[in-house]
């Protein structure tokens, strides 16, 4: 079945409730669906209703492409000077022997290995350290553009840029210039959290705000320049939480059409102030990704981090509204891994991501950080994956 006449099943199916079948047909109008809505989605949403919608407003968009990249991140530091309650990664100052803080020519060693791979972008993030500083970040940008000036400088969080132009005494319109100047080209979506303060305060107190947050992305659009957005979810956090969160984002995205893509992260339990709080299961993160497809009707892209929810996860997501798969990582990212997610040593050949999008029936597209189609990989048979083709069991008689 179609996935419109899929949704057409739904606003007229008498057993769901007049609500839901309400908010089918506004899907299918392409018509917005309000804050509340979002609510009783969460609420009262099955799976395969939530599914249906989402997987309708994805092919609407994407068709069966789904995309990926080819990056690798530099962490500078897993030392920071804040203490976020979940957070599995960093070590306070104090615990110094336990973590480490590259010096800028480390950075470049790192970027310097990957010279003859094919990658398009590097991403970096990590904690926050006073050395590190507006002057310092410049340089390595500068420096890593200078190396390899195709390379895609995808780097830090408004975490970041809010202390670093706070101690410079600069205002964010200033700095984000200054950075764009020195070779930043897009900001990922990390730091946003939940943005209400109700959750904000207990998990991720001291660091910027929601609202720096949205400040920061909303000066780095107004320069012409993109970024993407998370939600950490599953945690303390009540649906409407999620929702407002979100509402925050859409309305922002409403003026500037910045943001490139939502990439919603799953609270893991593992080493951190946390681990009291259990983990939701694989069916929240699908109805997540799903109602995340359906609300933001202004984002282009929801993207999974198979590195973090698995890789089955990740391929079922595929048909909760997901297009995007971060990404063919190659084990340097210890974000995932020290919070407990599977996979431990996050790496994933080309061939590996391709067959895994491939085996679930979609078209997977390699593209650069801006969504420009780097290859098509719809029809590409790698070499050792060609069957023998006139084999047969040996006949007896
Ligand atoms: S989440 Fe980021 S800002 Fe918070 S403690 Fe961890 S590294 Fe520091």
């Given at each position: ?78 030392l920071c000077v804040y203490d976020c309650k979940f957070c599995s990664y960093s070590r306070l100052i104090k615990q110094k022997e336990e973590g480490w803080a590259l010096t800028l020519q480390e950075m470049l060693d790192v970027v310097k290995k990957y010279d003859d791979e094919p990658v398009t972008e590097v991403h970096i993030v990590g904690g926050v350290l006073p050395q590190y500083d507006v002057a310092f ?7 890593i553009k200078h190396h390899r000036p195709n390379l895609h400088v995808k780097a830090l969080t408004p975490v970041e840029y809010h202390y670093i132009f706070k101690k410079a005494k600069i205002d964010y319109a200033t700095g984000m210039k200054l950075m764009k100047d020195a070779g930043l080209e897009s900001i990922p979506g990390g730091g946003a959290e939940i943005f209400h303060p109700e959750v904000r305060d ?196």
């Amino acid at each position: 079945m179609s996935t419109t006449s899929t949704l057409s099943v739904l606003i007229h199916d008498q057993d769901l409730s007049e609500q839901l079948r309400f908010i089918a047909e506004k899907v299918s109008n392409q018509e917005r669906i309000t804050f509340d809505e979002g609510v009783y989605l969460y609420e009262h949403g099955e799976l395969g209703y939530l599914g249906a919608l989402a997987n309708y407003i994805r092919e609407q968009k994407h068709g069966d492409k789904t995309y990926f990249n080819k990056n690798f991140h530099l962490e500078p530091t897993n030392l920071c000077v804040y203490d976020c309650k979940f957070c599995s990664y960093s070590r306070l100052i104090k615990q110094k022997e336990e973590g480490w803080a590259l010096t800028l020519q480390e950075m470049l060693d790192v970027v310097k290995k990957y010279d003859d791979e094919p990658v398009t972008e590097v991403h970096i993030v990590g904690g926050v350290l006073p050395q590190y500083d507006v002057a310092f970040y410049s340089a390595l940008f500068t420096a890593i553009k200078h190396h390899r000036p195709n390379l895609h400088v995808k780097a830090l969080t408004p975490v970041e840029y809010h202390y670093i132009f706070k101690k410079a005494k600069i205002d964010y319109a200033t700095g984000m210039k200054l950075m764009k100047d020195a070779g930043l080209e897009s900001i990922p979506g990390g730091g946003a959290e939940i943005f209400h303060p109700e959750v904000r305060d207990i998990i991720a107190k001291d660091k910027c705000t929601g609202e720096q947050w949205l400040q920061i992305h909303e000066e780095w659009h107004k320069l012409g320049m993109r970024s993407n957005a998370t939600m950490l979810y599953g945690h303390i956090e009540k649906y409407a939480h999620r929702i407002d969160h979100m509402e925050q984002l859409r309305q922002l995205q409403d003026r500037t059409g910045g943001f490139q893509t939502f990439i919603p992260l799953k609270f893991r339990n593992q080493h951190n102030q946390m681990e009291n709080v259990p983990e939701v299961s694989v069916i929240e993160d699908l109805r997540n990704y799903a109602i995340s497809r359906i609300y933001l009707d202004n984002f282009d892209h929801i993207k999974a981090y198979w590195a973090m929810i698995s890789r089955q996860t990740a391929q079922l997501s595929l048909n909760f509204g997901v297009d995007d798969i971060d990404g063919t990582l190659d084990d340097t990212t210890k974000i995932y891994s020290m919070a407990g997610a599977e996979e431990q040593h996050p790496a994933m050949s080309t061939k590996e991501l391709v067959n895994l999008i491939k085996q679930v029936k979609r078209k997977p597209i390699e593209r650069d950080t801006l969504y420009n189609v780097v290859t098509d990989f719809t029809d590409v048979v790698f070499e050792e994956d060609v069957k023998p083709q006139f084999y047969k069991l040996p006949v007896i008689n």
